[in-house]
């Protein structure tokens, strides 16, 4: 089993930056594929990032695309989602999941394990 544990969600302006990380414990976070999706009110959740067990291969929705990056630091059991030029579409419950499928998945049943979410919100 592995935990996941977000932080670095907070109020920001349109247009600036945060910062998410995703500390994992547990089973070897390497063994897995590590997604962000997020959900708003009223809204189901939806994909936003993946990112391959090495870190080498990523894919984002393209709402986000050229504006968030998603890497991980397998050293540190931790992924992390930078955000830039965030616009108040964006504001949301993000969380950080991990999945054992071969590749990348979007798909939010998919991903095994779920963190408990940092809420993120931007300001017009």
């Known amino acids: 089993q592995v935990q996941l544990v977000e932080s670095g969600g907070g109020l920001v302006q349109a247009g600036g930056s945060l910062r998410l990380s995703c500390a994992a414990s547990?089973?070897?976070?390497?063994?897995?594929?590590m997604g962000w999706f997020r959900q708003a009110p009223g809204k189901e959740r939806e994909f936003v990032a993946a990112v391959t067990r090495s870190g080498g291969h990523t894919y984002y929705t393209a709402s986000v695309k050229g504006r968030f990056t998603i890497s991980r630091d397998n050293a540190k059991n931790t992924a992390y989602l930078q955000m830039n030029n965030l616009e108040p579409e964006d504001t949301a419950a993000y969380y950080c999941?991990?999945?054992?499928?071969?590749?990348?998945?979007?798909?939010?049943?998919?991903?095994?394990?779920w963190g408990q979410g940092t809420q993120v919100t931007v300001s017009s």
């Open positions: 547990g089973r070897t976070f390497v063994a897995y594929i």
């Open positions: 999941a991990a999945s054992q499928v071969m590749g990348i998945t979007t798909t939010p049943r998919t991903y095994e394990y």
